[in-house]
C-alpha cells in the first residue's frame, strides 16, 4: 500500500482536477522513504560475500544518517525562520 502511494504524484493529480496547487500534498513523498526500511532486508538475500553486505549496509547507514540529519535541518531552519 505504501508503495502505490508513494508512486502516485498526489500533488500533480489534485492540481490537475482543482487547477491549483496544495503545498501540504508535498509532504506524501516522505512515503518513498518506507521503502528504505526494506532495504535491509534484501541485502541480507544478496549473493555476496559479508565484506560486501557489510558495505551495503554501512552504505545504507549513511544514508540514512544523512537523510536525518537533512529532516534535522530543516525543522531547525522552520523553527529559526518562525522566531
Given at each position: ?12 493529480v489534485?492540481?490537475?482536477?482543482l ?6 500534498l508535498?509532504?506524501?513523498?516522505i ?14 538475500f ?7 553486505k ?6 545504507m ?5 544523512i ?11 522552520f ?5
Amino acid at each position: 500500500m505504501i508503495d502505490i502511494l508513494a508512486t502516485v504524484p498526489l500533488d500533480a493529480v489534485v492540481q490537475a482536477l482543482l487547477g491549483y496547487k496544495i503545498h501540504e500534498l508535498t509532504l506524501f513523498a516522505i512515503l518513498k522513504m518506507g521503502r528504505l526500511a526494506r532495504l535491509n532486508r534484501l541485502i541480507s538475500f544478496l549473493k555476496a560475500d559479508e565484506d560486501s553486505k557489510a558495505a551495503a549496509k554501512l552504505g545504507m547507514i549513511c544514508f540514512l544518517l544523512i537523510i536525518y540529519l537533512h529532516c534535522f535541518a530543516c525543522l531547525l531552519w522552520f523553527f529559526v525562520q518562525e522566531g
